[in-house]
């Protein structure tokens, strides 16, 4: 049991730890927490499209940054300093090891690295479009927009790896990150009248 209550904490400090990215764009923040709880709902929704493995493809994008943990978060910039996974593999044997699922996890995490299956790159594309996500934010807001669209742009040509995934991207690019609550705006503007 100490063992899963150690996992548990190590898990919740993903919630103190931020993405580095951010500070290399010169603007945003967020979590590694934040950014695996979007993955892993947009992992579930490109699974559902299609008609991928969902709880496979959910926890691919649960635990994919989970050795950030130990090692913290290394922007792409940095990354390229590194030998190949930087220490990852043994964070993550270390991580999972005595954990009752662990070899479930890292045998997860290996798919996922290998992008040989569809729930693979289903859950690189959930990875990708949590990003993209950030910034259409930035783009609608015309903070940094310069910036946002030329990084939105790289990563919907060359991160996006299934046609469901490029499918979404394409709808984020077009959707503004507001559309979710104006009719929800509206239904209640209309009852402020009525009262």
């Given at each position: 049991?100490?063992?899963?209550?150690?996992?548990?904490f190590?898990?919740?400090?993903?919630?103190?730890i931020?993405?580095?990215?951010?500070?290399?764009?010169?603007?945003?923040?967020?979590?590694?927490?934040?950014?695996?709880?979007?993955?892993a709902?947009?992992?579930?929704?490109?699974?559902?499209?299609?008609?991928?493995?969902?709880?496979?493809?959910?926890?691919?994008?649960?635990?994919?940054?989970?050795?950030?943990a130990?090692?913290?978060?290394?922007?792409?910039?940095?990354?390229?300093?590194l030998?190949?996974?930087g220490?990852?593999?043994?964070?993550?044997?270390?991580?999972?090891?005595?954990?009752?699922?662990?070899?479930?996890v890292?045998?997860?995490?290996?798919?996922?690295?290998?992008?040989?299956?569809?729930?693979?790159?289903?859950?690189?594309?959930?990875?990708?479009?949590?990003?993209?996500?950030?910034?259409?934010?930035?783009?609608?807001?015309?903070?940094?927009?310069?910036?946002?669209?030329?990084?939105?742009?790289?990563?919907?040509?060359?991160?996006?790896?299934?046609?469901?995934?490029?499918?979404?991207?394409?709808?984020?690019?077009?959707?503004?990150?507001?559309?979710?609550?104006?009719?929800?705006?509206?239904?209640?503007?209309?009852?402020?009248?009525?009262?």
């Open positions: 049991m100490k063992d899963l209550v150690n996992f548990l190590e898990a919740n400090s993903l919630k103190r931020k993405r580095t990215g951010w500070q290399i764009l010169g603007q945003g923040e967020e979590s590694v927490a934040e950014h695996l709880a979007v993955s709902i947009i992992g579930y929704t490109l699974a559902k499209l299609a008609k991928g493995d969902k709880e496979k493809v959910v926890l691919m994008c649960l635990f994919h940054n989970f050795y950030e130990r090692l913290g978060d290394l922007h792409s910039l940095a990354q390229h300093y030998n190949k996974d220490g990852r593999k043994r964070i993550e044997k270390d991580a999972f090891g005595k954990l009752p699922f662990g070899k479930e890292l045998s997860l995490i290996k798919e996922y690295r290998e992008r040989k299956t569809l729930e693979a790159r289903l859950a690189k594309d959930a990875d990708a479009l949590s990003f993209m996500i950030q910034l259409k934010e930035f783009i609608d807001l015309g903070a940094g927009e310069s910036f946002a669209r030329e990084w939105f742009s790289i990563h919907k040509k060359t991160r996006l790896r299934t046609g469901v995934g490029r499918k979404l991207g394409e709808a984020i690019e077009k959707g503004r990150m507001h559309d979710w609550w104006e009719d929800i705006r509206g239904k209640i503007a209309r009852n402020w009248e009525r009262e």
